[in-house]
């Protein structure tokens, strides 16, 4: 047997949606926390609401994880379907976590797998000599040297049932998902303690479903680590000396905006923005010390703040509602996805005429049109550039990692008012759905920064009035709050003077266009270099990878490994794409000899702007678009492609179930 592997575990579960999947993943990446490892864990699920078949592929790591690898070293799972679809991803010295009573299920009994994937499974099972049953997937598998794991959960639930006088098994169906979880961790001999804390956390204040779930997992666990006595991969708990956070993308999001201030939301509920507006929900009290939620009423006044989200009719309300609310003074912002984006062009129009400091937050997820609600894709980048009728200016953000989501959650507001127009935070399902620990970010460098406020009367008279929209003193000028004393000027969608009075003057309405645009100006030499780009690896790398967004975990755990081997390339991730940094960007780009764009979309969109913005071309494009985020597998195999000389110049990766 080759040497045992410690703390470096590729995991999956699966089952139908609404079978608890997400809880069961949740429970193992927590207990893994707990025991001070590192995860990193990627959802897949269909847009349906029950049925279809949903996974959570999770990483635990000694180290930083960033990214999910394709390969599985234990797959758990209690039904047909998740074994015929993941068992061929299983490591040679992996194993199945299995219901043995399920074996005589055959692929064709599954309607819900796919004809392309069905005939390609079919094809394995013949090339292995093998019929189309469970077990004979589980033969194929053992031929591989794959450790196989039969868990009788049926027999488990009833003694569950009569240890605790329950009188239908179906009331306590949601359990087998522990007991999946309870066996890959007796196979992985992690300390049952940690699992335990983390039924607790998750199942806070049922005592009785805790004890339930506990009282199956052991059994399972205890089971398993009898019938794999020996297995290669093993989890031990390790010393965790700094604090951590375990969260989500859009709850990292959420708490960017939390630490800015932010205190009005709104939102219509779409796919996968609204995991962010749920959490806010669920957190609009707020304990200015530090302390969490503040449980008595008498002492909000004193030590907390509140903020208001609002769950609105659509999404044309929806940003409607947030800019009125910022045109009072409070910090604001609308949260949506790619279909509830179109509907809001018109008002983000009319916030960018009126200068009204707006935060969208955009998930990016698969189109066009209804697209793939539940899958990621990063084809918004354009649109978030140019949407709406007309030229309307604003500041464009794509966060990479979970640091950048809270980092640009804040900075968002930030620029919004510093530059009073609409900024675009741009996020993607890959990042909002992933769960993963990390260090706490320092945000102690980060100031709330208002912009140009009109204080008070100011002296403002007939003869000496407000002007919104003056034109003599810089792109930006002095913001009144609607109702502040001294102060009279109107709002309208059509362009306007000074005052804010409609005007169709020739003069005017190029004064009040260079005005508007001037202020992107002013941001491009005013935002730090840090947020606007970052750039990885060797300074004088001949070969350098251009991308955004979530590719990144996935592309420095990929160059972690490439360059351990020698390879010299670099990797520049831009952040800022309005104003775009071009005369940064052309520093890193100008002598590379190759210069490769990994993007998760059709047309390498951000490629397309370098080129626009600098007269840089891509010569190499490592692009996917079929829904689920890359793997840094996939990468690492494509980048070393182009490194040796081996590349096409488009490559297309394809991977994910």
Known sequence: ????????????????????????????????????????????????????????????????????????NLLATFEAETLFRHARAVTDDGAIVYDPSLGKTRLSDIPTIEKRLRAELQTYLISHGVGETLD??????KQRGVALVPIPFKDLLEQIADEFQIDQLSKISRVVNMLAVGASFGILRFDFAMMRASLEDVFRAKAKVVSMNAAGAQKAYDLASSL???????????????????????????????????????????????????????????????????????????????MLVVQTEDEIAAVTMATGAALTGARSATATSGPGFSLMMEGIGWASINEVPLVITLYQRAGPSTGMPTRHEQGDLRFALHAGHGE?????????????????????????????????????????????????????????????????????????????????????SARALLGQEGTIFWNTGDEHDEMGHITEDPGLRNAMMEKRFAKLDLAAQEIPQDVKLKYFGPKDAGTVIVSWGSTKGALLDALDRLWAEGAKIGYLHVRLINPFPSTEV????????????????????????????????????????????????????????????????????????
């Open 1 to 72: 047997m080759a040497a045992t592997q410690v703390n470096d575990l590729s995991w999956l579960i699966g089952g139908p949606q609404g079978s608890g999947v997400d809880s069961s993943a949740n429970v193992f990446a927590r207990a893994c926390a707990a025991g001070g490892l590192h995860v990193f864990g990627k959802r897949e699920f269909y847009s349906n609401i029950m049925g279809e078949h949903s996974y959570f592929a999770l990483r635990a790591h000694t180290n930083l994880v960033r990214s999910h690898i394709d390969a599985v």
């Open 136 to 141: 004979d997937m589980l033969a194929a598998s």
């Open 228 to 306: 794999v006595p020996e297995f290669r991969y093993r989890l031990e708990r390790v010393p965790r000396k700094e604090p951590r956070l375990f969260l989500t993308g859009s709850q990292a999001t959420a708490l960017g905006k939390l630490y800015a201030g932010m205190r009005f939301q709104t939102y219509y509920p779409i796919t996968p923005a609204s995991d962010e507006s749920e959490f806010l929900e669920e957190n609009e009290i707020l304990d200015l010390n530090g302390h969490g939620l503040v449980p008595e009423a008498e002492t909000l006044k004193e030590k907390a703040a509140s």
């Open 392 to 476: 309307s200016p604003r500041i464009v953000l794509a966060s990479g990692d979970f640091e950048e989501c809270v980092r640009d959650g804040f900075l968002s507001f930030n620029f919004a008012e510093r530059y009073q127009m609409p900024v675009i935070h741009l996020v993607d399902k890959a990042l909002a759905n992933s769960y993963a620990t990390i260090a706490p970010p320092d945000l102690s460098d980060l100031r709330i920064d208002r912009g140009l406020v009109a204080n008070g009367n100011n002296g403002y008279s007939k003869d000496n009035p407000y002007k919104r929209f003056d034109l003599g003193n810089g792109p930006v």
């Open 586 to 657: 052309l520093a890193f780009l100008a002598k590379a000899r190759r210069r490769i764009a990994v993007e998760m979309n059709f047309g390498a969109q951000l490629a397309s702007v370098v080129r626009e913005h600098t007269g840089v071309a891509m010569t190499h494009f490592i692009l996917k678009y079929n829904g689920r985020p890359m793997s840094n597998t996939e990468l690492y195999e494509a980048l070393r492609s182009v490194v040796k000389g081996k590349a096409p110049k488009r490559t297309v990766l394809t991977r994910g179930a």
